[in-house]
């Protein structure tokens, strides 16, 4: 199982994924997972350190591909500055546009923009 928050592509092959796809798949192991991911993926970032008792979730590829550019959470970690580089080459030249998101514990972009739809004639 993957939820859109745990992975991102960008159409054309590339694909960049949260670890946490391993613990949501029990029937197979992190090695289990990364080599299925090996087999079909490229791409691999580093999510950012916190501290063992902290409950912060933070995740960079809980992002969202957006009119050609891609939003990417950040998190005023030494990790951001890679994490932002690895992301913008992966995804073929899109305009990266990162966004402080080191105030929410858990979720990011992806997760708090998921819910917002066009407003339609009826709405406005």
């Known amino acids: 199982m993957v939820k859109g928050g745990d992975i991102i592509s960008d159409g054309t092959g590339t694909v960049i994924m949260f670890d946490f796809v ?6 197979l192991d992190r ?3 990364e ?7 490229i791409v691999r970032v580093d999510m950012p350190s916190v501290a063992p008792d902290d409950p912060a979730f933070p995740s960079y590829v809980n992002s969202l591909s957006l009119n050609g550019s891609i939003i990417v959470p950040i998190y ?17 030249g899109r305009r990266v546009v990162p966004i402080d998101f080191s105030g929410y514990p858990v979720g990011a972009i992806h997760c708090q923009a998921k819910e917002v739809f066009a407003a339609g004639p009826e709405n406005r």
């Open 35 to 41: 080599a299925l991911m090996r087999d079909y993926y």
């Open 76 to 92: 005023g970690k030494p990790e951001d500055s890679k994490a932002l580089e690895v992301i913008g080459k992966a995804m073929g």
């Open 22 to 27: 391993s613990k949501k798949n029990p029937d």
């Open 31 to 33: 090695a289990g997972v």
